[in-house]
């Protein structure tokens, strides 16, 4: 055969090996605490996570912060680890503990070696119990924050996106809020307040431990009981009330008809662009229909949007649209970066995409194209014991049953052209969202204004207050 | 810990392509990961940029597949996919459910054997766009952005491969033809010019027949140009400096430093360094600059292996507002050249080993990380080998080949500073109207 007779027969797949997700134990302490635990074999490393279901969003307006700035502050040295004797003890045993929070959990984690499990198990325990927020440790994760937030309006990515989370939210809601705190709730953030908000996240009810690697001989229930059987004041008494999934943050829409908000950033070479307004909720119903549906406008590779404005129209490196699914509603977005004189084009081309796939129904073949994706990468998203170990703290952390994961597969499989439509005219809502961009308003102002997208704000900031270094520099 | 290893086969095709298989079947999963060995450094004056284009004209299509369907065709078989372009070389990989394989290697067959089958004038336009684009995105419009294109200025002289951003100018991405196009097609992109690894959930005999069947027919080219001494002094000889003005709120220091190449064992020992040096808040820096002065918003230090005459160490350091940025720069030049100065400490080494050891398990975990290392050792190195025998070298490096290393490369007169500086206001119009407004 000839190389053109060979290359013109396109291969057909193999038979499929069976794959499924691994097989996991759920246990409850005595003290509230769950522990999970899913033995991956012959991984060589261990991972831990310690989920707690009380995350940013939790935490009043005018504390905004206090929470990722108590997980920062977690690392800042322990009772019995002063300092950073702490990361030192667990660099030792080739481990690196991180303490993160997001808008519904705070969570600690660990990666080591199966052999070294309970000795960072041990560390991990104590960093989580036993925090001392020195005055002077705080005082410059603050300014650390502070100097952040100069950083994100000098750059126009970060710049968006906390204008279009406060653009589309009411302040009744925290996530309009930036999640690590604002110029005017960052100096209220006292060592007290990040201990308050410690004792609040010490509680084994909202809790989990999920353990995931190789597992063989180890009794994981016990060895986490042992080090972390007994957090929390009055755990045991607690234990017998039901553990009620905290309430789910507020998140109303500030929005109630198309609006623009165009932040001037003169001389930008492209403009940033958040499309959206406030979305889903991780438990929803129709989950897996709109996972589909996202796929096809804003997800795969070949997406509409994609197809639309990078390979036909050339207008950005990269579009993409989705739904940032927490405990309450997060944002539902059109996410790009355009060269300057695109913006109203690709403002044009994203909005048709958007009436697009609420009013003609997706082909037969673009179903096909989201549901072999979603379903064939399952296997390749769980190859490692943390990308397993993750999925599950989602489970704990959305209360979502045990099949969730084992049942994806063929929820994705059952999702229809109509339940597509569905759910792109339920969820996306081109007749009250926000449109807010960074880049230079003065080269595309009068063509956004002739657009008519909707009512059309342009917004000039004072570059932060980096003023010191200003003046220095004259 | 055990310590890795992963199992290989090493063949080379009669038209030169060489096929690195490795079995693994704890998941159902397979990675392809084909090298070229052609990245910005074969690139000439005038057509910068042109090996990162290319690799985007990889995806418009070939003889037998259409514009965009590259993509569609992988992540319909449930897998994931892309390519990068680097100084040294260009890769295109994919990751797929292991019953999918064949697909991804006739995949990329297709392309090496009959890209300029699909190629058009619309296609390239477009590509173009998008990849200025990518350069506006990821560089151009974000703060501190030229930091790395301004380091390669400084190390490298004008005529050296590596003086030169992988993403191109402008002008040269404008000027880029067909013609150009097709000639660096013929030229580099053949079998003899190519490591392809295969590893995972994969019969290794199917594989090589599959292989055989798909690319065994390609021609090599036997023609390919050498490329040119790029040899350098092992140091700068003199300090370089720039300060830069930009957007910024706050100065940053970058630092520069030529460095000794992938795989010269006193690379192994200057990774180790940068362990001890930036990695995490354990570190050197971090703990003087950020925790203990507080003078330092955030640092790094890390190593870029390359093999063409230096690597490049490079650091970083953000200045908090009203600290003088001098102060920092004396403090962190001061913590390297400790380094040169005095050992570390047994136990700096031992924390340093523990973490490395734990990175190197963590990233050999997964079969794509495997097929690129064997890829790249392969075709930076000969030594696809290597990938076993890499944890052990940075496990043997010593307090005393730390001080060696650092003394050697840390030193003044090896050393680039770019200062970042809060523009001033008469720096730019642009400035002017934002202040005025």
């Known amino acids: 055969m000839t190389l053109e007779q060979i290359l013109s027969s396109r291969p057909s797949p193999g038979k499929p090996r069976t794959y499924d997700f ?20 012959n991984r060589p490393l261990v991972s831990a996570n310690l989920i707690v279901r009380h995350g940013a969003a939790e935490e009043p307006p005018d504390l905004a912060g206090a929470t990722i700035l108590t997980a920062r502050a977690m690392s800042e040295g322990t009772q019995r680890f002063p300092g950073v004797e702490l990361i030192e003890a667990a660099e030792r045993l080739g481990a690196t503990l991180h303490v993160d929070a997001s808008w519904d959990v705070v969570t600690v984690s660990v990666e080591v070696a199966a052999s070294r499990l309970g000795a960072a198990l041990e560390l991990l325990a104590e960093q989580f119990e036993h925090p001392t927020f020195p005055d002077s440790d705080v005082a410059r994760l603050r300014e650390e924050r502070l100097n952040d937030l100069l950083q994100v309006k000098a750059d126009p990515r970060r710049r968006v996106d906390q204008a279009f989370n406060r653009t589309i939210y009411t302040a009744a809601s925290p996530y309009g809020r930036p999640a690590g705190g604002d110029e005017e709730s960052v100096p209220r953030l006292t060592p007290d307040v990040l201990r308050g908000i410690h004792r609040s996240v010490l509680d084994p009810r909202q809790a989990a431990v999920v353990i995931g690697g190789d597992l063989a001989g180890l009794r994981v229930p016990e060895i986490v009981e042992a080090v972390l059987g007994s957090f929390g004041e009055d755990a045991g008494a607690k234990a017998a009330l039901p553990a009620a999934l905290p ?27 958040r499309i959206g307004h406030v979305g889903l909720a991780r438990r929803v119903p129709d989950f897996h229909s709109v996972q589909v549906m996202a796929a096809i406008l804003g997800g795969l590779f070949n ?42 084009p690709a403002i044009s081309e994203s909005l048709a995409e958007l009436r697009r796939i609420r009013e003609t129904a997706v082909t037969a073949a673009e179903l096909a194209a989201a549901r072999d994706y979603l379903v064939g990468v399952f296997p390749l998203r769980f190859e490692t014991p943390g990308a397993v170990v993750g999925a599950l703290g989602g489970l704990f952390v959305h209360d979502l049953p045990d099949d969730e994961l084992t049942r994806y597969r063929s929820e994705i499989e059952a999702v229809t052209i109509e339940s597509i439509q569905k759910a792109a005219q339920d969820h996306i809502h081109p007749d009250r969202l926000a449109i807010v961009a960074v880049g230079d308003a003065d080269a595309v102002a009068a063509e956004l204004t002739a657009a008519g997208f909707g009512d059309l704000e342009i917004i000039t900031e004072e570059l932060p207050a980096g003023a010191e270094e200003v003046e220095e520099a004259e | 810990m055990t310590a890795p290893s992963v199992r290989f086969t090493d063949e080379r095709l009669a038209n030169g392509l060489r096929l690195i298989v490795s079995e693994d079947h704890l998941a159902p999963v397979a990675a392809v990961n084909i090298w070229y060995n052609v990245g910005s450094k074969h690139e000439v004056p005038g057509k910068t940029g ?71 004038q619309e296609n ?46 402008m002008e040269d991405l404008d000027a880029a033809s067909l013609e150009d196009v097709a000639a660096f097609f013929r030229t580099y992109y053949t079998p003899n010019n190519a490591v392809l690894a295969v590893v995972g959930d994969v019969d290794p005999a199917q594989v090589r027949a599959w ?111 009203g600290v003088d940025p001098a102060l920092v720069e004396r403090v962190f030049e001061e913590e390297l050249e400790r380094l040169g100065r005095e050992p570390v400490t047994d136990d700096e080494l031992v924390r340093a080993r523990a973490l490395i050891e734990t990175f190197e398990l963590e990233a050999l975990q997964r079969v794509d990380e495997r097929a690129d290392r064997l890829s790249m050792y392969a075709t930076l190195l000969d030594d696809p080998e290597m990938i076993n025998r890499q944890l052990g070298r940075y496990l043997a490096v010593t307090a005393a080949d730390i001080q060696r290393v650092a003394a050697e490369v840390l030193r003044p007169d090896n050393r680039v500073v770019l200062t970042y500086m809060p523009a001033t206001e008469s720096a730019s119009g642009a400035k002017n109207e934002e202040t005025a407004a």
């Open chain 1, 303 to 344: 997406s509409r949007l994609q197809m639309n404005l990078r390979e036909e129209k050339g207008y950005t490196y990269g579009i993409g649209a989705g739904f940032d699914m927490r405990r309450g509603a997060g944002p539902f977005s059109v996410r790009t970066a355009v060269q300057t004189a695109a913006t109203v």
């Open chain 1, 22 to 41: 691994p097989h996991f134990e759920r246990t409850v302490l005595p003290s509230g605490l769950q522990v999970i635990a899913v033995d991956v074999p």
């Open chain 1, 247 to 273: 309430k789910a943050p507020r998140s109303d829409s500030a929005v109630d008809h198309p609006i623009v908000r165009f932040y001037h950033r003169p001389g930008s070479v492209q403009t940033e662009l």
């Open chain 2, 124 to 169: 390239l336009d477009n590509q173009r766009d998008v990849v200025k684009n990518e350069k506006r995105s990821s560089y151009d419009n974000r703060p501190y952005g030229d930091w790395f294109h301004k380091l390669q200025e400084h190390l490298f002289p004008p005529e050296h491969p590596y003086h030169h951003p992988t993403i191109g100018s």
């Open chain 2, 50 to 120: 042109f090996a990162h284009l290319f690799e985007h004209v990889m995806f418009q299509g070939s003889g037998h597949v259409a514009k965009a369907e590259h993509m569609a065709l992988v992540q319909s078989a449930g897998g994931t996919m892309n390519g990068t372009t680097w100084l040294d070389r260009t890769n295109y990989f994919e990751t797929v459910p292991s019953h999918q394989l064949e697909l991804a290697l006739w995949l990329e067959a297709d392309r090496m054997a009959t890209l300029m089958d699909a190629l058009n």
């Open chain 2, 211 to 321: 292989v055989d069947r798909y690319f065994g027919e390609i021609p090599a080219n036997l023609a390919i140009p050498p490329l040119g001494d790029m040899s350098l002094p092992t140091v700068l000889g003199a300090e370089s400096r720039e300060v830069v003005e930009d957007r910024v709120p706050l100065p940053r220091h970058f630092f520069g430093f030529r460095a000794p190449v992938l795989g010269d064992p006193r690379y192994d020992a200057l990774e180790v360094a940068a362990q001890i040096l930036a990695g995490g808040k354990g570190s050197r820096l971090y703990r003087r600059l950020v925790r203990d002065e507080q003078i330092a918003q955030d640092v790094a230090f890390f190593a870029l292996g390359l093999i063409g005459g230096a690597s490049i160490a490079a650091g970083q350091a953000t200045v908090r507002p």
